[in-house]
């Protein structure tokens, strides 16, 4: 099977599961916004077992399913590829947000600040 | 070789500068655009010129070897290069050719370690997002960034990220440092043409969550946790992309542009990509007189 970016629904489906404990494909598709399909959420679920995302413990007759993010892939030098792109990406990549200055931090939160006062 | 070999190097050059330094009055979109446009053709002008008067050189300290050349890589007059102008052209051509291969390298190999990594989640509190280019990309996400963000928040950074992905924003970055690193004195208008790539895809995002109060406020939300720092700091100056990009979202959606923007692109690109020919030589080899 050929590996497919995040998706949108993949992702929510990681939030869910990040917020914590084993989750069955039933409560995942209560606390999912958009009211998904039971089908899609175990289609979504068992690309993440694929891809190694996830893993599931029988529960009775359901699967419950825990995030995971494979321990072995923090190995010395994978740690350093996670400080450097959490800290310096350059080149061809490009981060979501760059680090804030304390100064630009500042100055953020007063706009924001600003701004919930206007409303 | 008179003083005419240099223009267009020169007039590139300057244009850059120019644009690293004064914003473009237009949608991010076409800014990208005409940043990435002459950033590319000021690259291959003055790498074109320095290597041809390195050319030059050699062929006035080697006339056997010069008999060799095709007519089209001469300047054509009788006037030797001197060395003074030779000697730092090699240097310069030798030095550019150089970065320009240390640079694919380095990408090479951070593309294949990110797009290793986009296998799964980055295994980090801090909230990481990265849009990793490539048939086996993605969006590279941390653990951090899932947890501390709501769904609609994580659409918004998704959003932005598969903006960066769907127009190929990683080409406009790799011309840009390519301009940097071989040129840098353009830096500037590599920082510029970065922001742009942001405010674009800052803009996407807006467009399809259909907020850009929340997508603001989601950018600072995850900009702050990355820098939590102690409250009570008097802002200085606020001169980073973040805070520029959210007062951006905060006010009205710029202009599409739909006349102006493809029309300073088409001409950007047609006077300065004339130039690069022109620096390049290829004016000469392909006969064409009008240029």
Redesign the interface.
Known sequence: MSRRPLGQLEAEVLAVLAAGGPVSTAELQTQIPGDPAYTTINTILFRLLDKGLVTRTRDGRQFRYEIVVDESRLVADRMNDHLRFASDPSGVLSQFVEILSPQDAAALRQILEHREGVE | MNWFTFLPALITFLLSMVLGRVPLPLHPLWSARVLGTVAATTVLATIGTFFFIAVNYGASLLPRVADRLPEWALFGDDHPVPAWLGLPAIALTVTGTVTVSR?AA??AT??R??QE????????D????????GR????????GL??A????E??V??E???S??RHR??RY??VG?LAAGTLPPLRRLNERL?FC??RWADEDAAESVGDR?FVA?T??K???L??P???????????????QR??AL?GAAPGRNPVSGPATLLTTGLTTGALALVALQLDHALNLSFL
């Open positions: 640079l380095r990408w951070e593309v370690s990110a990594l986009s296998r799964g989640l980055l295994e980090t801090i909230p990481v997002a990265v849009a990793v280019p086996r990309g993605g969006v590279l996400a941390s653990k899932i947890r963000l709501t769904t609609a994580l659409q950074v998704f932005h990220e598969a960066h992905l924003h990683h970055l790799a440092s970065r790539l942001e109060g406020r950018i600072a995850v900009a702050l990355r820098s720092s102690p409250p009570g700091a008097l802002p200085a100056f606020a001169d980073s992309g973040v805070v959210v007062q905060l």
